[in-house]
């Protein structure tokens, strides 16, 4: 890697306790990044990339023959591969956006650090616990050197310096929930993920170890590789999709911890289409800091929406499109309900990363917000499969 591409020091600074990288680039140079896995959403993040000042795709790695000559219609010039170790020898590729399916996230992290690119690690980071530490294993020693950027967008939104000035100065209270909801509906017949097999996808197309990794080996079935995420092999269905994202937002603007016990419940009551996650679900989460966090999802029926409540003894913060402040008028008789109006940019996240690429700024939302996120979602998964409530063990760093 040329010198301009070297950090100039191994010193970190610090900003609220994290520990930074040094700006590697100068402002007006180009950052070139590749992506592992151009499906849908790498599709979505390599379109937030180039509406970056300054930036390049430049390599693209999938499994998936289509995928690869999809990239080529957005690059022309771009170098493809099938084997993401190949695409990370690139010496001058600076950046690394993942975005394959979640069971094969920590591989392609961990190489990517090994092969000392900075990283955007599509959500939720972590498949499981013993991947979340494989994954801090390989990134503690670089973290000085190399920026991770977890890919919970709210985490970049107007809405976190909102949310920040209404919790300040104790304005709720004692908080003692938060209740989230996160309801879809489709039309009948048309499933929520469901995604159609098309005849390209075939055993010459994709290359179906590459796509199991780790997961027990099965035969190549188009319908298991299209529509991964119905299956716990590669999924942690709608935990792993949305409730991650709406979890890493209060984690991040309250600091909560991993929680110390999780129960999931529901089941698969809609969708009887071989999916194997479930389309209704609750889940409490109990917090060490005295609060219960509770989320309640459903593909049948989209009223209710995507909505968060955070509930203090003196007031309340709702959250939808917009946030509010809403005082408790028993409480606090002189307080005033309050609207948020910081815009939001719409590829904000990935700014965010570019710019700390560069400049040395600080991530919106770092590793150890990803790993304390995946711990909470892989104990919900846990927690439905099994049956029972599961508790998590803060010293041992184990889900009992």
């Given amino acids: 890697m040329s010198s301009r591409r070297k950090f100039l020091g191994q010193v ?40 970056c000042p300054n930036t390049e795709f430049a390599a693209v790695c999938d499994i998936y023959t289509e995928q690869r000559e999809r990239a080529k219609t957005v690059a022309p010039g771009i170098k493809t591969f099938i084997d993401h170790r190949l695409m990370l020898e690139e010496k001058d590729l600076d950046a690394v956006l993942i975005a394959t399916p979640q069971h094969l996230h920590c591989e392609h992290f961990v190489d990517s650090i090994h092969a000392g690119k900075h990283v955007y690690q599509e959500k939720a980071m972590a498949f499981s616990v013993a991947h979340a530490k494989r994954m801090r294993v390989a990134y503690e020693p670089v973290k000085t050197k ?15 310096p909102d949310v920040q000035s209404f919790l300040a100065g104790g304005k709720l209270g004692q908080i003692t929930a938060i209740d989230a909801t996160m309801y879809r509906n489709t039309p009948h017949g048309k499933p929520q993920w469901s995604r159609p097999v098309h005849a390209g996808m075939n055993p010459e197309n994709i290359v179906w170890n590459k796509f199991l990794g780790e997961a027990p080996k099965v035969p190549f079935d188009a319908n298991r590789y299209e529509n991964w995420r119905f299956f716990w092999d590669y999924s942690g269905g709608n935990v792993y999709e949305n409730m991650c994202h709406q979890v890493a937002f209060w984690y991040k603007v309250m600091g909560l911890k991993i929680p110390t016990s999780v129960t999931m419940t529901g089941g698969l009551y809609l969708w009887k289409d071989g999916r194997e996650v479930p389309d209704t679900m609750n889940v409490s989460m109990t917090q060490s800091e005295e609060l219960l966090f509770s989320w309640i999802s459903g593909f049948g029926n989209a009223s209710l929406g995507i909505t968060e409540q955070v509930l203090g003894s003196d007031g309340t913060i709702m959250r939808g499109p917009q946030v509010r402040f809403l005082p408790e008028k028993m409480n606090a008789p002189q307080a005033e309900t309050l609207t948020g109006n910081t815009p939001s940019i719409a590829n904000a996240h990935m700014r965010n990363f570019m710019d700390a690429i560069r400049e040395g700024k600080e991530i919106n939302c770092p590793f150890d917000l990803g790993f304390r996120v995946s711990i909470a979602c892989r104990m919900a998964v846990d927690s439905y499969r099994q049956g029972r409530t599961l508790h998590w063990d803060a010293v041992k760093e184990e889900i009992v």
């Fill in 12 to 51: 970190a600074t610090s900003i609220g306790g994290l520990a930074l990288p040094e700006a590697v680039l100068g402002a007006n140079e180009t950052i070139r990044f590749g992506i592992i896995g151009y499906g849908a959403r790498g599709q979505e993040i390599v379109r937030d990339a180039l509406n």
């Fill in 146 to 160: 190399q920026v991770v950027q977890i890919g919970h967008q709210a985490c970049s939104t107007g809405h976190v």
